[in-house]
């Protein structure tokens, strides 16, 4: 048995661990999970990017319940083997597949810097980047309201102050975050940042460093690559137009419903 890596590519972690399995020549059988039953969004990849045609349905999300204890994505497979998470998904990549060094150094201090990254991270960014999503189009989707606009206001400001520091204490005047050379660093916090863009915040524009940096590391990936893996988040107002499981509204509904008060 091959290895199979259960994404949805609606998820920021799932696109990171593809951009780097695909950028890496990793083999692997893509299992597409989706996260909103019968969305309208699946879309074949884009010619000659090498990408296998994502399988649909029920099948792979009861799989990738099985495969991760967690019952969410991503989720890894290798033989009997199974991981979740994103960030052990990705070390566990590049150790056995024994990736370019860049992508996760083997010099103490440089990984360490990686490490600081990843640790930061999710606190900062990711506390804020992905709220832009729920706030504009799946709270919306769920509920059939609107959020005020204070709402987005104050996650827009702490994306503000989170990327003040991303550029001030790990870009700096460097060309990736920890140097020269793209690594995990980078790709986990680019596909972060490109969630609040599907939704029409684009935090790039009035940002020239962090817009450069940008394009360093869509260079570093590929061009085609990057826009194939972040296809469905650069059309995610397409999703007030899916059908949502019913079962899954009922549940989740209630829950959002409090997030507007």
């Not at 940008?214 to 085609?224: C, F, N, Q, T, Y």
Request: with cysteine; net charge neutral; charged share 25%.
């Amino acid at each position: 048995m091959g290895l199979e890596l259960y994404l949805d590519l609606l998820s920021q972690p799932c696109r990171s661990i593809y951009i780097f399995a695909r950028s890496n020549n990793i083999p692997f059988e893509f299992k597409q999970v989706e996260l909103f039953k019968d969305s309208v969004l699946g879309k074949k990849p884009a010619a000659g990017s090498g990408a296998e045609q994502p399988r649909t349905g029920p099948s792979n999300s009861e799989g990738a319940s099985k495969v991760s204890l967690l019952k969410k994505v991503p989720a890894l497979k290798d033989g009997d083997f199974t991981l979740a998470e994103c960030t052990a998904i990705l070390l566990y990549l590049s150790r056995k597949y024994k990736t370019p060094d860049h992508w996760y150094p083997s010099d103490i201090q440089k990984r360490a810097q990686v490490d600081e990254y990843l640790s930061w991270h999710h606190a900062n960014i990711r506390a804020n980047a992905p709220k832009t999503m729920w706030i504009k189009v799946l709270i919306p989707l769920f509920t059939g309201q609107p959020l005020p606009s204070e709402k987005l206001q104050e996650v827009m400001e702490g994306l503000s102050t989170s990327l003040k520091q991303f550029e001030e204490r790990f870009l700096q005047d460097k060309a990736f975050i920890i140097g020269s050379e793209i690594s995990l660093a980078d790709l986990v916090a680019i596909v972060e940042l490109m969630q609040p863009v599907g939704v029409g915040c684009d935090i790039f524009e009035d940002r020239p460093r962090l817009m450069e940096w940008r394009r360093r590391v869509e260079d570093a990936v590929g061009k085609e690559l990057f826009f194939q893996a972040h296809e469905m988040i650069l059309n995610i107002k397409e999703l007030s137009n899916i059908q949502i499981d019913p079962q899954l509204k009922e549940h989740l509904a209630p829950m959002l419903m409090k997030m507007l008060k």
